[in-house]
Structure formats: C-alpha cells, structure tokens
C-alpha cells in the first residue's frame, strides 16, 4: 500500500507562485513515477506533470509547459511542482498520483493506482 499526501495549496493572484508537495509513503518501488493532475468544478480531471525515479525524466501538458516545473527529493520520497506565472484558469483541486515502473502514459490518470486527497489551488484574476 502507498499513500499520497499533497500540500501547499492556497490562494494567490494572477502572476503569482506556489509550491505543491507531494510527500510518498509506504510500500515504495524503487522504479516508480509520479504525477500531478487537477481537477476543475464541472470539468474532468487533467494530466498535469509527470516525474520517473529512475532517470528523472518529465513530462509537461501543454498548458503548464514553461510556467510549471517538477522535481523530487528521492531521499524525502517527496515531489514537488513548482508553478509560476499562475492564471485563474489554473485554480483547480491538485492531486498527485503514483504508478510502479516507468511511465507509459504519463498524464493520463487511468494508468495510476494511488492517489492523495487534494489540495485546492485557487488563482484570482
């Protein structure tokens, strides 16, 4: 069993920065990957970032490419997505998601077993 908890969530304006974490605990296979997805009132949820332990590749929708940024602390079994230049259409409920192995489909949700509970994102224009 895995678990997931997020944090950093909050409120910030248009422009403006956060810092989510993902922190992983459990039964943690050493080549695993992680991915962050959101999630919008009335809207499915969406593929964000995606991260592999085992050669730290990445992967970015292309709504985030450039202005979102993910990495790990291997050694804290954390995850991170650093997003900047934030806009409202950003504000959404964040979750990170864990998979065994590399990634084959990486933003896509389906393909993950655990997920954490949330953390709520909210940019105002």
């Known amino acids: 069993e895995v678990q997931l908890v997020e944090s950093g969530g909050g409120l910030v304006q248009a422009g403006g920065s956060l810092r989510l974490s993902c922190s992983v605990s459990?039964?943690?296979?050493?080549?695993?990957?992680i991915g962050w997805f959101r999630q919008a009132p009335g809207k499915e949820r969406e593929g964000v970032s995606c991260?592999?332990?085992?050669?730290?590749?990445?992967y970015y929708s292309d709504s985030v490419k450039g202005r979102f940024t993910i990495s790990s602390d291997n050694a804290k079994n954390t995850v991170f997505l650093q997003m900047n230049s934030l806009k409202p259409e950003d504000t959404a409920v964040y979750y990170c998601?864990?998979?065994?192995?590399?990634?084959?489909?990486?933003?896509?949700?389906?393909?993950?077993?655990?997920w954490g509970q949330g953390t709520q994102v909210t940019v105002s224009s």
């Open positions: 991260i592999s332990s085992s050669d730290g590749s990445t």
């Open positions: 998601a864990y998979q065994v192995g590399q990634p084959v489909l990486p933003l896509f949700d389906r393909a993950y077993d655990y």
């Open positions: 459990g039964f943690i296979f050493g080549d695993h990957h």
